[in-house]
């Protein structure tokens, strides 16, 4: 995605930016799912940042997720990307949309993302997960943060925390 966004790509007029390089990252590292009322939905006033002793992460308040209202954290790496995001967009608001804010129109941001990604999947040769067989979507990235949070704590993370923070159910996590 950085190379592509040096290289000025554009995907149906839609021009592929860093800013979609940290949609992504932030993906794999919040738990949200990539839906309108989640990861499109967030606006500067739902998001803190929170330290907690040796790491940092954000605590965001999720107003209408598929399982309802929710707090979830995140892991550290999207602290980062909170923070470029506030430098991108310095006169932000707190009504401001995190990502994509210029674009009022949240299924057309949706829309748009979703384009970027399947350019850039396909660049890379990798839409289907090699050893799955399985088409990579948005959603890959909710998994993946779920798994990395599994891998990082070495199996120690309680993983009723775990289901509750992603706002998913035990079984889910352990299905995937």
């Known amino acids: 995605i950085r190379q592509l966004a040096k290289e000025d790509v554009k995907v149906r007029g839609i021009p592929l930016t ?10 794999t590292n919040s738990f949200l799912r990539p839906t309108y009322s989640e990861l499109y939905d967030i606006k500067h006033e739902d998001i803190a940042v929170t330290n907690g002793g040796n790491t940092k992460s954000l605590t965001i308040n999720i107003r209408r997720g598929k399982t309802g209202d929710r707090i979830s954290a995140t892991m550290e790496a999207a602290v980062n990307i909170y923070e470029q995001i506030c430098q991108r967009y310095p006169n932000h608001e707190s009504i ?5 804010p210029e674009t009022r129109n949240r299924r057309t941001a949706i829309r748009h993302a979703q384009r970027l990604l399947n350019y850039t999947l396909n660049e890379a040769d990798l839409m289907t997960d090699p050893y799955t067989n399985q088409k990579h979507t948005m959603y890959s990235f909710r998994h993946t943060a779920i798994c990395m949070r599994l891998v990082i704590s070495k199996g120690k993370v309680n993983i009723y925390t775990l289901a509750k923070n992603a706002g998913t159910s035990v079984e889910m996590i352990e299905n995937n």
Do not use: K, P, Q, R
């Not at 860093?18 to 993906?27: G, I």
């Open 18 to 27: 860093m800013e979609f390089y940290d949609l992504v990252v932030f993906l």
């Open 96 to 100: 401001d949309y995190i990502f994509y």
